[in-house]
């Protein structure tokens, strides 16, 4: 077992959530383990059907190795953060890491905003 969490989290975006305090939200919580990270790479996504967002691949000893947010910039913001149930050491989790990243990487490129008044499919 990998003994890892994807954490997601979704916001219909409204007057209390909006679209710009959820992506500073996200922001900030990528900027808590920037205290740890020896480098933050940061990829943007921009994919058919009002899909964006950014995925920011973090290097060090950061609690989280990988975090994501999704929105379609008028309803939707999801974000997630990956983390790992075991003490951070790079070189052991590399390989658990890659595998787990694929998976991510496959999600986010085929995630789609399911129609009508459903959350997500993918």
């Known amino acids: 077992a990998f003994d890892s969490r994807l954490h997601?989290?979704?916001?219909?975006?409204?007057?209390?959530?909006?679209?710009?305090k959820?992506?500073?939200?996200a922001f900030e919580m990528l900027d808590w383990h920037n205290k740890k990270a020896n480098y933050i790479?940061?990829?943007r996504i921009e994919r058919p059907n009002d899909v964006s967002g950014y995925v920011f691949v973090i290097d060090g000893?950061?609690?989280s190795p990988m975090q994501f947010y999704l929105t379609d910039s008028t309803h939707h913001f999801l974000?997630?953060?990956?983390?790992?149930?075991?003490q951070i050491n790079s070189d052991s989790l590399a390989p658990v890491y890659k595998f787990v990243e694929e998976d991510i990487f496959k999600m986010l490129e085929t995630f789609e905003w399911k129609r009508g008044n459903g959350l997500i499919g993918g």
């Not at 959820?22 to 939200?25: F, N, P, Q, T, V």
């Open 8 to 20: 997601v989290s979704y916001y219909p975006i409204s007057e209390k959530n909006t679209f710009k």
């Open 22 to 25: 959820l992506k500073a939200d």
């Open 41 to 43: 790479d940061e990829r």
């Open 61 to 63: 000893p950061a609690a």
């Open 79 to 86: 974000r997630a953060a990956l983390y790992f149930n075991t």
